[in-house]
């Protein structure tokens, strides 16, 4: 699978992942301490729905933001979401209460950041590299890295905030995929073990999460939460069901808070009966 791609922007799969993003600057911002965000697969930034893919081929954004987008009843987590994928529109200058334009995670970052919070961005894909160098013009405290995101765990941790959060949304375009998140993390551990580490991973027949979660216990894994959402029956034939966020590190009681958050979700963006959200510790926090 591709994530590059306008026709996946704005699907459920980017607004699980941009409301669990949401929350976790939330919650480290629930101290007046200064971190960094690390984004190792950053993409372009924003995304135009009118362009969202091939004729041939349906957009997703329909299905996922489209259907959060005109309720006035979602809890106040939803809520803060889809008022950010507002506000850029708003930005953009779109007129009326029209869907455009769909914020990545680097533009949401910028969004969300303090003045006193650090922005690194890492893609490797030159095209989608520079649109978002112009997305990201002028926004202070901020660096866009034509890198591979991986090794810029070496290279960009432990920051001089001795906070850090960290986004790694690959593309899952090599089958080796896993082993690559397992060996980053292993290196991230090293240098910063007490930063947040989220990461997305889909839920496909040919990318088991469960041996996923074998080769992360080879890792001295500090308290892990793994976070899914299933908008198919678990059976499903579908080329992705669903897709998760294991967040080493997470903030305190961020279970607790995320699940009704994450049930609601499921409820809103069932595609068949068997939509569900799961909240599970690889790794339990001590009290």
Not at 76 to 90: D, K, Q, S, T
Not at 140 to 167: F, N, S
Not at 230 to 248: E, F, Q, S
């Amino acid at each position: 699978m591709n994530y590059r791609h306008a026709f996946h922007a704005g699907n459920f799969a980017d607004v699980f992942k941009h409301v669990l993003l949401q929350a976790l600057f939330r919650a480290l911002q629930r101290k007046d301490k200064a971190f960094l965000f690390l984004d190792t697969h950053a993409g372009r930034g924003r995304y135009d729905l009118a362009a969202a893919g091939p004729a041939t081929r349906s957009p997703e954004w329909p299905e996922g933001i489209g259907r959060l987008w005109p309720r006035s009843d979602l809890p106040p987590a939803l809520a803060g979401y889809v008022e950010m994928v507002r506000e850029c529109n708003r930005y953009h200058r779109v007129e009326g209460a029209k869907l455009r334009y769909y914020p990545g995670s680097p533009a949401l970052a910028q969004m969300l950041a303090r003045p006193i919070d650090r922005l690194a961005f890492c893609e490797l894909q030159p095209d989608e590299c520079a649109a978002l160098e112009r997305e990201m013009a002028g926004v202070p405290r901020m660096r866009v890295h034509a890198t591979d995101g991986y090794a810029a765990l070496k290279a960009l941790l432990p920051p001089l905030e001795r906070r850090a959060l960290v986004l790694i949304d690959p593309p899952f375009e090599g089958a080796d995929e896993f082993d690559r998140i397992v060996g980053a993390l292993r290196a991230g551990l090293q240098r910063c073990p007490a930063a947040v580490y989220a990461i997305w991973y889909p839920l496909t027949g040919r990318a088991p999460a469960r041996e996923f979660f074998t080769a992360l216990r080879t890792l001295p894994l500090p308290p892990t939460l793994a976070v899914e959402l299933r908008v198919h029956a678990p059976d499903t034939v579908a080329r992705m069901g669903g897709c998760g966020m294991v967040i080493l590190n997470p903030p305190w009681q961020f279970d607790v808070e995320i699940r009704p958050v994450l049930d609601v979700l499921a409820d809103l963006l069932a595609v068949e009966p068997g939509a569900a959200a799961r909240v599970e510790w690889l790794v339990r926090e001590t009290s």
